[in-house]
């Protein structure tokens, strides 16, 4: 293969004052950082409500919660990204499409966009992830909650939520994990995100796979350390006989 190799490409300047590639690739990193924080934060409050609207007594609550997650699961992500960047903003009142529009930057409505289309399609994963930790304790503990005379909400609160949550972290960690890799479709309406710097940094130096290892690389150490982070807290909080692994 007539390929030339250079794995110092990320520290050769760019040509545009004294940066590197490198500082593109930070850059990027800073941007999907931003996008994952909003997105996730979205998405655990939004699908946790959600989660235990699915599971409450009343049938509106629950015809809400079951109308989201089957609009939002069973639309592809990139499809709800462009309805979020190009139609939902033609749609705004007046006042704030203008502003949308004229006063914030085109790198900043992608952003928003991007974290919003994102938390909400993520909400709707995290929905059921709430819905199966709360259907999975034992009903025994409900009973025994409304016999002792707790409300509803006192039930979630002290009973339900603090067990339920506990016994989902796994896969809350993966939730949380492909929502951080999800950040990638960001790239496809301009927000200067790490794959939107790896593409630019490809053309302009031709080290395609350099570049695309590098960026892997930099994927699969984030995730890593987000799934070492969840597994401990899931360590500290498990409860015992409900999480396999500790009697």
Not at 24 to 29: K, N, P, R
Request: aromatic share 12%; glycine share 8%; charged share 10%.
């Amino acid at each position: 293969m007539n390929y030339s190799w250079n794995w110092g490409v990320l520290f050769q300047p760019t040509g545009v004052g004294d940066t590197t590639y490198w500082n593109w690739i930070v850059t990027g990193l800073g941007w999907l950082l931003v996008i994952a924080v909003v997105a996730w934060s979205i998405a655990l409050i939004l699908g946790s409500i959600l989660g235990i609207m699915r599971t409450l007594p009343s049938p509106t609550a629950r015809g809400i919660g079951t109308a989201y997650v089957t609009l939002f699961r069973n639309v592809p992500l990139l499809i709800q990204l462009f309805i979020w960047f190009y139609v939902v903003p033609n749609f705004l009142p007046t006042p704030i499409k203008l502003w949308w529009m004229n006063d914030l930057g085109a790198n900043t409505t992608a952003l928003i966009s991007a974290s919003v289309g994102l938390g909400l399609f993520t909400a709707a994963r995290v929905c059921e992830q709430v819905r199966t930790g709360i259907e999975a304790l034992p009903v025994g503990q409900v009973n025994a909650g409304y016999a002792m005379g707790f409300s509803t909400a006192q039930l979630y609160r002290y009973v339900i939520l603090p067990q339920s949550f506990r016994m989902i972290l796994p896969p809350l960690s993966s939730e949380l994990t492909n929502c951080v890799k999800n950040t990638s479709i960001a790239s496809l309406v301009g927000v200067a995100e790490i794959i939107s710097q790896m593409k630019t940094i490809s053309e302009y130096t031709q080290n395609t796979i350099e570049i695309y290892t590098y960026v892997t690389i930099i994927f699969i150490v984030i995730n890593f350390c987000l799934i070492q982070a969840m597994y401990m807290l899931e360590k500290r909080l498990r409860v015992p006989g409900l999480i396999a692994g500790d009697k």
